[in-house]
């Protein structure tokens, strides 16, 4: 059992950064891939970013490659979103996600992902 807490959302203006943070509890954290979706109102989830288990890969959405960056610390069993250059189609609510499969899927809307935090709601305002 594997459970997920994000922090660092909030409110900011275009083109501003925020990072996002989540920690996990147990002790499988760093043999699980970790992603980060997000979803809009009235839009369906987004696959944002995805890191392999030892942190070696990372993999990003084309809405966010080259302004969000995906790290983890696993001794801290945390995975962290920075986002800089913020616009305001970026405004959702962020989940972080622990996916135990084998391979590392890009994209998706997440099905091969076994936990899930409770998202933290970042607005971008124009």
């Known amino acids: 059992q594997v459970q997920l807490v994000e922090s660092g959302g909030g409110l900011v203006q275009a083109g501003g950064s925020l990072r996002l943070s989540c920690t996990a509890s147990?002790?499988?954290?760093?043999?699980?891939?970790m992603g980060w979706f997000r979803q809009a109102p009235g839009k369906e989830r987004e696959f944002v970013a995805v890191?392999?288990?030892?942190?070696?890969?990372?993999y990003y959405g084309s809405s966010v490659k080259g302004r969000f960056t995906i790290s983890r610390d696993n001794a801290k069993n945390s995975v962290y979103l920075q986002m800089n250059s913020l616009k305001p189609e970026d405004t959702a609510v962020y989940y972080c996600?622990?996916?135990?499969?084998?391979?590392?899927?890009?994209?998706?809307?997440?099905?091969?992902?076994?936990?899930w935090g409770q998202g933290t709601q970042v607005t971008v305002s124009s």
């Open positions: 996600a622990a996916s135990s499969a084998p391979e590392t899927v890009v994209g998706g809307s997440g099905a091969e992902y076994d936990y």
């Open positions: 147990g002790r499988t954290f760093s043999s699980n891939n």
């Open positions: 890191i392999t288990r030892d942190g070696a890969n990372k």
